[in-house]
């Protein structure tokens, strides 16, 4: 399957979807999830986040503030001049100020993405049998679960324009919702992501490591 590296820098908008699940009882457990760390109940689901162009990262090493982030492994959708593009990446979340203010939380942490690309168009019509998972450091499987639970990237950029009245341009880029842990969220070094198409073998994935800094006053 071809693969691409299309320019991250000329991306000028970044929306992140949450509670974008299919299934009610698997959105319920993320709320639950995100419950147990003090998140209030989303006011609709999906929603929809915008965060600034400039928080998203394809660099090796991240750098957040403090030892309460984590990150979740997420489709990446990205509008080109020519196609539609998906990849892999992490929405990287401060799970503190989570806790008063997701859309805080989605802002203050970069939003991780990976390089390389597929064509949407390549992997629509089996786009549901594709498999996300994560990893933490000493590759300590995290996360894993099959792109069907989420609701289809086409499907969230139809509703977002909706909501907003405008297209989803060249250089608007869309996280496209996340999966469920295995055990629960947890505070790590490092992450892997990973987009895999069962049927060819090809697989999308991006590691990344998270510098902790200090916070003082």
């Known amino acids: 399957m071809e693969i691409f590296y299309p320019d991250l820098t000329a991306v000028r908008e970044v929306i992140v979807a949450g509670w974008a699940g299919r299934d009610a009882a698997d959105v319920q457990h993320h709320i639950d999830e995100l419950a147990a760390l003090g998140v209030a109940p989303p006011s609709d689901v999906p929603l929809f986040y915008r965060v600034g162009h400039e928080t998203l990262s394809m660099a090796p090493v991240i750098d957040v503030l403090g030892g309460q982030t984590s990150g979740e492994v997420e489709p990446v959708l990205l509008r080109t001049q020519s196609d539609l593009l998906v990849g892999v990446g992490s929405d990287h979340t401060d ?123």
């Open 95 to 217: 799970r503190e100020s989570e806790a008063y203010s997701v859309a805080l939380s989605k802002q203050v942490c970069p939003k991780v993405s990976g390089r390389a690309f597929w064509r949407f168009a390549d992997v629509a019509d089996r786009w549901d049998e594709m498999v996300l998972r994560s990893f933490t450091a000493e590759r300590t499987p995290y996360q894993e679960g099959l792109a069907a639970s989420l609701l289809n990237p086409l499907d969230l950029v139809s509703r977002w324009e909706q909501r907003e009245g405008r297209v989803f341009g060249p250089g608007s880029l869309m996280f496209c919702g996340t999966v469920p842990t295995l055990n629960g969220i947890v505070r790590t070094e490092s992450l892997t992501v990973e987009l895999s198409d069962p049927r060819t073998g090809s697989v999308l994935s991006h590691h990344y490591a998270i510098r902790e800094l200090p916070v003082v006053a």
